[in-house]
Structures are given as structure tokens and as C-alpha cells.
């Protein structure tokens, strides 16, 4: 069964960094972090694939988030730096089904760590 | 990006009933649609694939239907676990999620 557990969450201040951490138990599939704002919808944020050479990010983060893995460890990683209050969010990491290079579905996700920008 | 819409973005329902969920797409994404239910408190658990294929696990009186740019959820006969909020997911492009649809008792 996949088991995926974010942790790193935390209070943060305005342009402040954080790291978040999704341990995964099989790492054969690329994954994803996702995140919903309180009371919002869904927000893709970035993916990396199984091997970690290949990595896309949606616009709203690029340049600010990192989204990285370490397999020996079992464990994906998202940095964030200059945290904005728009970043509060509950974040997931998920696991990739890719259909296309950029076309994916998310089959298992964490129930995620919480953000708060204050 | 592909913009998604979904109605109604609030339904009641009694159990037993058959109920629909529309997700519209801002151009045609073929067939890469998935949903998800979500319950409080909880991750989002897929559904549906494809469109219309329906994740190992997932009970048979959910399907979904349609293409390009229409698609349909359908919950065949409502039971008290389906009560909770669904999503519609392109995957034509890069991934967006349409704003839900909560289902709750009437």
C-alpha cells in the first residue's frame, strides 16, 4: 500500500523559507506537491520525476519554490523561500501518474502539512 | 492555462438519489479528466481517469462521462459516505482543478 506523510509545516513570516518533506514508501513514480489554500480549490505546484532529472513548476512558484528527492532516503522535498501570505495553504505531496510530459492525475496523496505566511 | 468550471458548485441531495456533476473545460482536453472526492479533514481521493475509467476500489455507482470539453460525474444512487466535496482535474496541459462541487444531505 502507498503511504505518503508530509511534514515541515509551520508559521512562517512574510518572505521567509520553509522546507516540507513527503516520506514515501515506494519511490519508482514520479510526485508531485499540491496545495489548497483554506477554504479554496486544488493548486498544482510542481513536479519531479522518478529518476529527479526532470522538474516542472507552475508559474505561480517558479523561481521561489524547489522541489527535489532523495530516493536512498525515500523522501521528496519542497523548499519554498520568499513566503507570501497568498502562500498559506495545506500542502500534499502526491504520487505522479504522467500521461504526457506534462499531463498528469495524482492516484495517492498525503493528508498534508499546513503553511501559515503571518 | 486550461481553465476549469464546475456546476452546480453546491447540491442537496437524499440518499438513494442519482446525482450529477458537470466539469467544463476552457478548450478541448480529449479525454484527460480525472476526479476526486474530498471529505473534510481529509486528502482527495481519485475517483476517475480517462474520463470514464474508474480507479481500483472505487465503488460502481460512480461514473464519469464525456470529451473534449463537457464531462460528467454521476453518482448512481447516493449513499451517506458520498456526502463531501468533488473535483474535475485536466491533465491536457500542465495539471488545473475545477473549484468543486460540495455534496451534501437535503
Known amino acids: 500500500q502507498v503511504q505518503l506523510v508530509e511534514s515541515g509545516g509551520g508559521l512562517v513570516k512574510p518572505g521567509g523559507s520553509l522546507r516540507l518533506s513527503c516520506a514515501v514508501s515506494?519511490?519508482?513514480?514520479?510526485m508531485s506537491w499540491i496545495r489548497q489554500a483554506p477554504g479554496k480549490g486544488l493548486e498544482w505546484l510542481a513536479s519531479i520525476s522518478s529518476s529527479g532529472m526532470t522538474i516542472y513548476y507552475a508559474d505561480s512558484v517558479k523561481g521561489r519554490f524547489t522541489i527535489s528527492r532523495d530516493n536512498t532516503k525515500r523522501s521528496l522535498y519542497l523548499q519554498m523561500s520568499d513566503l507570501r501570505a497568498e502562500d498559506t495553504a495545506l500542502y500534499y505531496c502526491?504520487?505522479?501518474?504522467?500521461?504526457?510530459?506534462?499531463?498528469?492525475?495524482?492516484?495517492?496523496w498525503g493528508l498534508g502539512t499546513l503553511v501559515t505566511v503571518s | 492555462d486550461i481553465q476549469m468550471t464546475q456546476s452546480p458548485s453546491s447540491l442537496s441531495a437524499f440518499v438513494g438519489d442519482r446525482v450529477t456533476v458537470t466539469c467544463r473545460a476552457s478548450?478541448?482536453?480529449?479525454?484527460?479528466l480525472s476526479w476526486y472526492q474530498q471529505k473534510p479533514g481529509k486528502a482527495p481521493k481519485l475517483l476517475i481517469y480517462?474520463?470514464?475509467s474508474l480507479q481500483s476500489g472505487v465503488p460502481l455507482r460512480f461514473s464519469g462521462s464525456g470529451s473534449g470539453t463537457v464531462f460528467t460525474l454521476t453518482i448512481s444512487s447516493l449513499q451517506s459516505e458520498d456526502f463531501a466535496v468533488y473535483y474535475c482535474q485536466q491533465y491536457n496541459n500542465w495539471p488545473t482543478f475545477g473549484p468543486g462541487t460540495k455534496v451534501d444531505t437535503k
Open positions: 478548450q478541448s482536453i480529449v479525454n484527460y
Open positions: 480517462g474520463a470514464s
Open positions: 515506494v519511490s519508482d513514480y514520479s
Open positions: 502526491a504520487r505522479d501518474r504522467t500521461v504526457t510530459h506534462y499531463g498528469r492525475y495524482f492516484d495517492y
